[in-house]
C-alpha cells in the first residue's frame, strides 16, 4: 500500500521551481554545485524517515550547523557563562553583519557569525585538533551516523574569509574571544564544512523536535533543557533578517545553509530538511522556503495553530 505522507511530499516534487535567487559564490566552492538538484525529507520522532528527490546527494553543512555548535557550548560552559558571551536577541542584520550590539559589545545571538565564531570557542578541548573532532562527533551523533567533511570547500573558504576574519579580529578587540581569534575563525570554518544530506539534517532536525534523543538510535545526544534554549533561539534568530517574515509565514524553529539546506523542527512531532542551491537575498534557499511554506500550510505544521490534524 502506498503511504499518504510519501504520496504527498512526491507531489511537492516540482513545486517552486520558479522561484528564482542564485547559487552562492563568495565561497569559490559553492559556485560549483548543480543548481536544479533538490531534496525535501522528513523524519518523526518514531523514527520514520520520508525522502523525495536529492535526499542521499552530500553538500557542506554551513550555517545549519550554528545551532548545534551552540548546543556543545551550552553543554560545555553553561548556559549562564554563554550568555556572558554572546545574547540571544535578534539582530535584524544579515548573518555576516561586521557588528555588536552596541549596549552589550556582545554578537546578538548565535545565529549570525560573530555570535557562532564565539560559540565555536566555547566547545571544550586541549587544542583546535580536539575541538573539531568532538563537534565533528556531536553533529554524527544527531544524524545518526558518522559525518565527513569536505577538505575543498573548507579550503576555499578559508582563503577567502575575509569578512569573517574582521568579524573574528573585531570579536578579539573586544574580548569576547580571549585567545586567537584565527583559532576560532578555522574551528568555525571547519564546522561549515562537515559534509551532511537532506536525509542527515531531517534525523538532526527530528533530533531536535525529540527532545535531544535520537529517534533511529535512542541515543540521548543533548540535554532537553538545552534544545528548549536552542530552539528559542531558531524561533526568534534562525533566519536572520528574515527571521519574522519566517515565523509567520511558515511557524516553526529553522535554521538555514548557504549549500541550500534548510531545517526546520516541529516539536514532539518532527524534523523537516529542504535542499535546493539557489538562494534569496537572505541567503536562504529560495525554493527551500516556497516549499517550508506550502508544507506548513497544508500539514498545519505552525507553532500557533490549535487544532492540528498532522500527528499521522
Ligand atoms: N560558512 C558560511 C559563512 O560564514 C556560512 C554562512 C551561511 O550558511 N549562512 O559565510
Known amino acids: 500500500m502506498r503511504n499518504p505522507i510519501q504520496d504527498y511530499l512526491e507531489s511537492l516534487a516540482d513545486h517552486g521551481h520558479d522561484a528564482g535567487g542564485a547559487v552562492a559564490d563568495y565561497i569559490p566552492e559553492l559556485a560549483a554545485a548543480d543548481p536544479d538538484r533538490f531534496a525535501l525529507c522528513i523524519a518523526t520522532v518514531d523514527g520514520h524517515l520520508y525522502t523525495v528527490g536529492d535526499g542521499d546527494l552530500p553538500y557542506s553543512i554551513q550555517s545549519i550547523s550554528k545551532p548545534f555548535t551552540y548546543a556543545l557550548a551550552l553543554q560545555d560552559r553553561g548556559a549562564a557563562a554563554v550568555a556572558q558571551k554572546v545574547d540571544v536577541e535578534p539582530s535584524g542584520d544579515a548573518f555576516n ?3 555588536l550590539d552596541p549596549r552589550t559589545n556582545r554578537p546578538s545571538n548565535p ?9 565555536a570557542s566555547l566547545v571544550d578541548g586541549v587544542d583546535n585538533e580536539e575541538r573539531f573532532e568532538r563537534v565533528r562527533q556531536w553533529h554524527s551523533a544527531f544524524a545518526g551516523r558518522q559525518l565527513g567533511f569536505d577538505a575543498q570547500v573548507y579550503q576555499s573558504e578559508l582563503s577567502t574569509a575575509h569578512r569573517n576574519r574582521a568579524i573574528a579580529h573585531m570579536l578579539r578587540e573586544f574580548e569576547v574571544l580571549e585567545s586567537d ?4 575563525l578555522d574551528q568555525y570554518i571547519r564546522q561549515c564544512a562537515m559534509k551532511v544530506t537532506t536525509e542527515d539534517l531531517a534525523m538532526m532536525a527530528a533530533t531536535l523536535a525529540n527532545g535531544g534523543v535520537n529517534p533511529i538510535s535512542e541515543e540521548r545526544v543533548a540535554q532537553a533543557t538545552d534544545v528548549e534554549h536552542v530552539l528559542s533561539v531558531m524561533t526568534s534568530c ?3 533578517d528574515a527571521a519574522g517574515d519566517w515565523i509567520t509565514s511558515v511557524g ?3 535554521k538555514s545553509g548557504v549549500s541550500g539546506g534548510i531545517i526546520g523542527v516541529l516539536p514532539g512531532q518532527l524534523g523537516l530538511a529542504v535542499f535546493s542551491p539557489r538562494l534569496d537575498s537572505h541567503g536562504h534557499s529560495a525554493r527551500g522556503v516556497e516549499v517550508f511554506e506550502r508544507i506548513s500550510d497544508e500539514m498545519e505544521l505552525h507553532l500557533m495553530h490549535v487544532t492540528r490534524n ?3
Open 97 to 99: 553583519e561586521i557588528s
Open 111 to 119: 545565529m549570525i557569525n560573530a555570535g557562532a565564531i564565539t560559540a
Open 181 to 184: 581569534p584565527e583559532g576560532a
Open 238 to 240: 534562525g533566519m536572520y
Open 252 to 254: 516553526v524553529p529553522a
Open 310 to 312: 498532522s500527528r499521522t
